[in-house]
């Protein structure tokens, strides 16, 4: 498996454009998470998915975020507009049934100007 | 109540020696905790986790140690090497599969 794949690796954009960032999680995982880090307030759960429902987002920072998981092999999420202090590394995560843990992408690092 | 406190923010030990993370917690309603490595670049591991019904788990050099009276539990490596300087998190999951992480602790082995 080739696991929990994110697009793009890297992602610099001007501050008030639409930024959408990918995720296939590892098949047959039935959770979906995404978090976001950064140096002060370290990994932050931002929102999860079961069985591509979304869960709980109480962690999404604003209206300006959002996500999707139109099927169980792909994952979006969306910030519109984009600010400078959305800047960070952000990790897609899958899981089944929580058991054996998540499985973390290798992230997508975005920079806003 | 959803926090997972964690200590030391940053660790240097020598080679061969032993490194300790401590980590608590208040919810009790947390029913697994993981522990994660993460490399620079790179998303966090699964390293090793345990149950709290259970008050000790060894994998290899890794061993936690879990009080559940006291809500806390903590990461030992020993014989530390080199290649194990990363960052360290360690976690709770609620029943309905959301991880909560505690801020990270960077390990640095030097030799």
């Known amino acids: 498996d080739a696991g929990v794949i994110q697009s793009p690796r890297h992602e610099v954009t001007e501050m008030g454009q639409e930024v959408t960032l990918r995720c296939k999680p590892i098949?047959?995982?039935?959770?979906l998470f995404w978090y976001r880090q950064t140096m002060m307030r370290g990994l932050e759960l931002l929102i999860y998915f079961n069985n591509n429902v979304p869960i709980d987002d109480s962690g999404m920072p604003e209206d300006r975020f959002s996500a999707k998981m139109p099927n169980a092999s792909f994952s979006t999420l969306k910030i519109q507009p984009s600010e400078p202090r959305d800047s960070a590394v952000y990790f897609c995560a899958s899981s089944f049934e929580g058991v054996y843990g998540y499985t973390f992408g290798s992230g997508t690092r975005l920079t806003v100007v | 109540q959803q926090q997972v406190k964690q200590s030391p923010q940053s660790l240097i030990v020598q080679k061969g020696g032993i490194s300790i993370i401590n980590c608590a917690y208040e919810n009790t309603a947390f029913d697994y905790f993981p522990w994660y490595q993460q490399f620079p670049g790179k998303g966090p591991a699964l390293l090793i986790a345990i149950r709290p019904d259970v008050s000790e788990k060894k994998e290899g050099r890794f061993t936690i140690s879990f009080n559940k009276s006291a809500k806390q539990f903590s990461l030992h490596i020993m014989d530390s090497q080199p290649g194990d300087s990363a960052t360290y998190f360690c976690a709770a999951k609620t029943s309905y599969d959301k991880v909560i992480f505690g801020p990270g602790t960077s390990l640095s082995v030097i030799p």
């Open positions: 098949s047959g995982h039935n959770s």
